[in-house]
């Protein structure tokens, strides 16, 4: 019997309702020069056993919202509001000492950098085990054994060798593991896995993402998978949430946002993955411009300033989510892909040589100084004295 049994026994037809509810939820961070809106407004649920990928730049609020649900946004500049409803229990609002039993029970976190993230001083199995004793109140002796099945279920070879290693002594793609093995120890009911492939190699990255996605199967879990990476969440979750300045900006089941993706960005992330059918030396696509300063963001889309089919509406009227002719699909945007009205847009910016429809035409390169695209796009409105054709 694996730990994941021995610590907790779910039946999956219990998942009638969403073990997951996020309403509007907002952080923001108090610093000198202003209020950083990481967390805009975000809401979304889950389902017990299912897994999203949450996607966007560095900067797009990612990271932070996975924190904000699991309340560890805690320093004394951070406000977080709205709702976060965990299987009936309201976590916004609560302390830590409330939430202290639910992390590594009911809700755990595979961290960024494992290097940072493990005690650099303390063995790994003193680490694994601290969990499995303060939660689960076992012996030493039965900690230590469930620890060594633990490496072992994360594909460790030589557990019991490597249970008295200490961080340092291990490759980075096996610390990672370890990090895995210690958010699994108490058999949690959603894990958070925070870009948990960074600096290792592709062939360790594949390892890892396949490893996750056992272990969700295997433990019936909820996963969010926190990454920039289109490519990583395509085969291995079940919905993608896009964010970009701390908002969602398209939300939909993993094949039909490939299938029939709307919003810009989106199409944007999805362009900038390398492709093994380029000629060497082929030159990456990138996004024109830079992402918003969330201290003061752009007034109407926060992408428009970087959009290839930036209207004037777009930088006067924030636009909402909007659902798609297909279930589930939503976006926010007043111009989506696919849409005559997009093709009608992104034509016009052409003929007007806005930079940011230059960049993605390959006319221009996404790294070089983008001129002020609202300026560009309004002065050919008023040229034109049609602003209403725009719109």
């Known amino acids: 019997m694996t730990p994941a049994e021995t610590m907790t026994q779910t039946n999956p037809s219990s998942n009638s309702d969403s073990l997951l509810v996020v309403d509007d939820l907002r952080t923001h961070f108090h610093v000198d020069a202003g209020i950083v809106k990481a967390v805009d407004g975000v809401s979304f ?25 699991m309340r560890l946004n805690t320093g004394g500049n ?40 493990l005690n650099p001083v303390v063995k790994i199995g003193r680490q694994i085990t601290e969990h499995l004793r303060f939660h689960l109140a076992v012996s030493r002796q039965e900690a230590k054994r469930l620890g060594i099945e633990l490496l072992r279920s994360v594909r460790i070879p030589e557990p019991e060798a490597r249970f008295n290693t200490y961080p340092h002594q291990l490759s980075g793609g096996m610390r990672q593991r370890v990090s895995i093995a210690i958010a699994l120890a108490c058999g949690p009911r ?8 960074t600096a290792l190699d592709v062939t360790v ?10 272990q969700q199967r295997d433990r019936f879990m909820t996963m ?22 701390g908002k969602i900006v398209e939300k939909a089941p993993t094949k039909s946002l490939f299938r029939t993706l709307k919003h810009p960005y989106t199409e944007a992330l999805l362009a900038s993955i390398p ?8 030159r990456l696509d990138a996004i024109a411009g830079r992402p918003p300063d969330l201290i003061n963001p752009p007034t109407g889309c926060s992408f428009s300033p970087r959009c290839p089919y930036a209207q004037a509406k777009c930088f006067e009227q924030e636009p909402t989510l909007v659902p798609d002719a297909d279930p589930g699909h939503q976006f926010a945007c007043w111009y989506p892909v696919g849409s005559a009205e997009n093709a009608e847009a992104y034509e016009r910016n052409l003929a007007n040589e806005v930079p940011a429809t230059l960049a993605a035409a390959g006319r221009l390169l996404a790294t070089e100084e983008i ?21």
């Open 78 to 117: 951070a406000v977080t509001t709205g709702s976060v409803n965990y299987d009936g229990t309201e976590l916004v609002g609560l302390e830590p000492k409330q939430l202290k039993s639910m992390w590594g029970t009911e809700m755990a976190m595979v961290f960024q950098d494992p290097m940072t993230s």
């Open 45 to 69: 649920s889950l389902e017990r056993g299912t897994t999203l990928g949450i996607v966007g730049e560095s900067g797009s609020g990612k990271t932070v919202l996975s924190r904000s649900i």
């Open 205 to 214: 990255q594949h390892q890892i993402l396949n490893l996750l996605r056992f």
């Open 190 to 197: 959603i894990l958070f896995a925070d870009e948990p492939t």
């Open 224 to 245: 969010i998978l926190v990454t920039h990476d289109l490519g990583v969440v395509a085969g291995r979750t079940d919905e993608i949430a896009v964010m970009y300045a």
């Open 275 to 282: 492709k093994v059918s380029n000629p060497k030396h082929t």
């Open 371 to 391: 001129v002020d695209t609202e300026a560009m796009v309004l002065a050919h409105v008023d040229s034109e004295g049609d602003k209403g054709a725009m719109n």
